[in-house]
């Protein structure tokens, strides 16, 4: 392992040529710097960087495993809760305080595709985290006793949290409506999926060895040099495995398919109805579609300014319902995407406000709707794409997908020029293809009073 002191002293060393360097030319990048990623290929495993000037890295380990590819409930949250445990080289304490002593911050999650494991830190600690990142993935024990005392606790307190919270719950049933299988697994485990006869320490050390395997994985940066990166991914990789091994299930590569169709739970919690359409793939896959976001900004709902309703399109049909919370957003990945409108509040108010949600939608769709609105939303979904993808969290796993699903990384650019592109047409025909096709929707509270999908006037 490489010393913590040489780590320290080489760190000073650049940290003070980086301080001289910085005045003479911080200034200028930052105005013209690019937030383009730069890729490449280290010991076989896929890489890409954007040196964004700064003492800081941030550095993230993506795996395609997330819940769409997992084989059985849980394993997804099983691999994230695992990261930073025992490896048979460190034991979980000496990993946590090691980062203490480096200032650092670890973290990992897990989404409907992707499970990542990342870490902040100073950017001369690049060799200490990218030798601890190939231990973590190669070497972690998977003991019985963590799983039993430390990773059950925490995956029952996520499944507890999303079931407390109707609006979650209704957006992971309206994609089980959606998907069925695949993107329609829900993100935690029900609470009646009985875990213990799925998951177990030596099934999910297995799937490990699957879910980490080259093929399968990247290795995505902030704030690094791409040179150096690839030399230590080059060094610290090599024990990864090629592909998954025969006897164990990979993650698989079925396309999605979109089904619809309409679920209802009865809830004490809270009330909410979610309606979902098909949406746009990646920019970085084959099925990406910009007027689908430009739509999703169009109706919008949730203000963009503190203390007012705003004034989308959603926004103004939500004043009729003083106290029902409405917000579209679109959810995206790899091959599909899905459109959700939400809407939240007292099961009347949510009654009242769904009609007018399909009401505006239908004047969408006639072309009902001013030049100036579609121009207004044309800019809005470009500034929300850029901001997302210019935020690190979201931009590494966009990256990371990319560079597992097809070899091509989020360039924020490419983004920008599609989106721009958008015509008034494309809208207005992208709201009539939405309606004409079969919607998702997911009612969860009183279902008494909650309308039908086909109540609204949707094909269900």
Known sequence: MISRVKIARSGQRSLQWQARKCNQRCLATAASGSFQYETGDAAGVKVASRNIPGPVTHLAIVAKAGTRYEPLPGFSEGLQQFAFKNTWRRSALRITREAELLGAELGSYHSRENLVISAKFLRDDLPYFAELFGEIITQTKYSAHELHEQVDPQMQHSRKVMLNKSSDFAINSAHGVAYHTGLGNPLYPASSVPMAKYLDPDRLKAYSRAAYAKDNISVVANGANQAELLKWVGDFYTEVPDEAPPEVPTPGTTPTKYYGGEERVAHDSGNTIVIAFPGSGSVTGGSYKPESQVLTALLGGKSNIKWTPGFSLLARAAEASPGAHVSTEHHTYSDAGLLTIAVSGSAQQVRNASFEVVKTLKKVAAGEISKEEIKKAVATAKF?????????????????????????????????????????????????????????????????????????????
């Open 384 to 460: 929300k794409a850029l901001e997302s993808g210019q935020n690190i969290n979201t931009g590494i796993e966009l990256t990371g997908a990319g560079l597992i699903q097809g070899g091509k990384a989020f360039q924020l650019d490419d983004l920008a020029k599609s989106i721009d592109g958008v015509t008034e047409d494309q809208v207005k025909k992208a709201a009539k293809s939405l309606l004409d096709g079969k919607a998702s929707v997911s009612a969860v509270g009183d279902l008494y009073v909650l309308p039908w999908g086909e109540e609204l006037g949707l094909h269900v």
